[in-house]
């Protein structure tokens, strides 16, 4: 009997530059919006903002349903719909909606990133079709207050996934490694919670100090307790589809990162170092590159033809 090959997809949405042997990203393929531009009340340590400034800014709420049909006539399949926090720790998504259900009607696949909401959120956000939620999950109170900023338990976390468990809306949360200070603390418990919830998927990514923010000085986390949870995911998160995203220290780190990836069966992995896809080419992987974010990647196949730029 043939034995099957190893499989691994490499999500490469365009809100970063993609460009090397193996594939090219274009423009608009799949785009982050943030819907407070560069605005957030919450200036966390580890990003301070410095994420949004990498976005498009959404249009007022009127405008966004003739944004996204733009979008639509220029070859777009999707995008992020995200921005920055409000003192309780919510995106307010809610004037968005609509754009985001035309989108959806249209046959866009869009992800939310939803921040910390509860029940008529995750009720919104369910009727309004989204195709995915996404929300960063931490395991530690100290982190959250701290880190965050937030007066809230990690406990409130948990409380995110059961308000959307309970409205039925399909989540893939994320974990970042090492988000505070380079110090993994809550990531285990965090990730139980997660796995418990019945997620589509789990995004991983490692703390990257970021110029700019009160971090930019610090370390990242230790390779070998990074490497550590990874083994732990993997086990831990069973029929779980698990992806690295695209937040990851670069150069050798990243490349050990990505390996033990392959090694350990994740499902999708974010702009991958050209030497992770050199191995898969030489081991005879069936691998692939999509336009779109890496928790939808993860979970399966796009409701469409898949992007066919670039060359394998």
């Given at each position: 009997m043939k034995k099957a090959k190893k499989k691994i997809r490499f999500a490469v949405p365009s809100g970063k530059v993609y460009k090397n042997e193996y594939f090219q990203n274009r423009p608009l393929s799949f785009v982050n919006v943030s819907v407070t531009g560069a605005a957030c009340a919450l200036d966390c340590k580890h990003c301070g903002g410095s994420l949004l400034r990498s976005m498009a800014p959404a249009p007022p709420p009127k405008e966004f349903p003739a944004r996204v049909r733009q979008w639509r006539e220029r070859g777009c399949g999707g995008f992020l719909l995200s921005g920055g926090a409000d003192e309780r720790g919510r995106v307010p998504l809610g004037p968005y909606l609509n754009g985001a259900a035309a989108?959806?009607?249209?046959?866009?696949?869009?992800?939310?990133?939803?921040?910390?909401?509860?029940?008529?959120?995750?009720?919104?956000?369910?009727?309004?079709?989204?195709?995915?939620?996404?929300?960063?999950?931490?395991?530690?109170?100290?982190?959250?207050?701290?880190?965050?900023?937030?007066?809230?338990t990690a406990a409130a976390y948990e409380?995110?996934?059961?308000?959307?468990?309970?409205?039925?809306?399909?989540?893939?949360?994320?974990?970042?490694?090492?988000?505070?200070?380079?110090?993994?603390?809550?990531?285990?418990?965090?990730?139980?919670?997660?796995?418990?919830?019945?997620?589509?998927?789990?995004?991983?990514?490692?703390?990257?100090?970021?110029?700019?923010?009160?971090?930019?000085?610090?370390?990242?986390?230790?390779?070998?307790?990074?490497?550590?949870?990874?083994?732990?995911?993997?086990?831990?998160?069973?029929?779980?589809?698990?992806?690295?995203?695209?937040?990851?220290?670069?150069?050798?780190?990243?490349?050990?990162?990505?390996?033990?990836?392959?090694?350990l069966g994740f499902r999708a992995i974010a702009y991958p170092d050209p030497h992770t896809v050199a191995r898969c080419e030489a081991e005879g992987w069936d691998y692939g590159f999509e336009a779109r974010c890496c928790c939808l990647t993860a979970a399966g196949p796009p409701p469409r033809e898949k992007e066919k730029e670039g060359a394998k």
């Open positions: 989108a959806v009607k249209s046959g866009m696949e869009v992800v939310a990133h939803t921040g910390v909401i509860g029940a008529a959120d995750a009720a919104a956000l369910k009727a309004s079709g989204v195709t995915r939620a996404t929300m960063d999950i931490i395991g530690d109170t100290d982190t959250v207050r701290n880190v965050c900023g937030l007066p809230l409380g995110v996934l059961s308000a959307c468990r309970c409205a039925g809306l399909a989540v893939s949360p994320h974990i970042v490694i090492g988000i505070d200070h380079g110090v993994l603390k809550g990531e285990r418990k965090a990730l139980e919670a997660i796995v418990a919830h019945e997620p589509r998927s789990v995004v991983l990514v490692v703390l990257k100090p970021l110029k700019g923010t009160a971090m930019a000085g610090i370390d990242p986390p230790e390779l070998k307790e990074v490497l550590s949870f990874l083994e732990f995911a993997a086990s831990a998160a069973g029929s779980v589809p698990l992806a690295l995203g695209c937040a990851c220290p670069g150069g050798a780190y990243r490349r050990t990162v990505e390996s033990a990836c392959l090694d």
